[in-house]
């Protein structure tokens, strides 16, 4: 299989619309929309698939139509089958809301002392002059 999304065939370099399984497109968005789940609709279209690879078919806006692809779905059923698609998940309690980062006061004052020591092993120079550096910082991120 490759990377041309169910409903198409590519003929002499350009896509073209397969017309069995751009019928088997429409059918699983009226399914869908019809309130069956992607399984159901799946079924009712004859596509076999997973759960996963159904709803991604249902937002893969190539079949609006672009450059490549001729539009096999109207722009209003696609709205509404992601319209549906969000209701659906929402219901379901699947939509993540981003969590509240909190900020995190990083110092900005360095200080280091005078290196007095020199190492011939690399590491052990490394480690002693990590092992020069103060930072001053208060509580409220302020120097």
Do not use: W
């Amino acid at each position: 299989m490759g990377h041309t999304p169910f409903g198409y065939r590519i003929e002499n370099g350009k896509a073209v619309i397969d017309n069995v399984a751009a019928e088997q497109i429409k059918i699983l968005y009226q399914s869908y929309l019809s309130g069956d789940s992607l399984a159901t609709a799946a079924k009712k279209a004859g596509i076999q698939s997973f759960h996963a690879g159904i709803g991604r078919m249902l937002r893969n806006a190539c079949y609006l139509g672009n450059e490549y692809y001729p539009a096999i779905i109207d722009p209003d059923t696609f709205a509404a089958a992601e319209a549906e698609r969000i209701k659906r998940a929402e219901k379901l309690g699947r939509i993540r809301e981003p969590k509240e980062e909190t900020a995190v006061a990083f110092p900005t004052a360095f200080y280091i002392k005078e290196a007095t020591q020199q190492f011939d092993d690399p590491f052990q120079q490394a480690e002693y002059a990590y092992s020069l550096i103060e930072m001053e910082v208060h509580e409220d991120g302020s120097q």
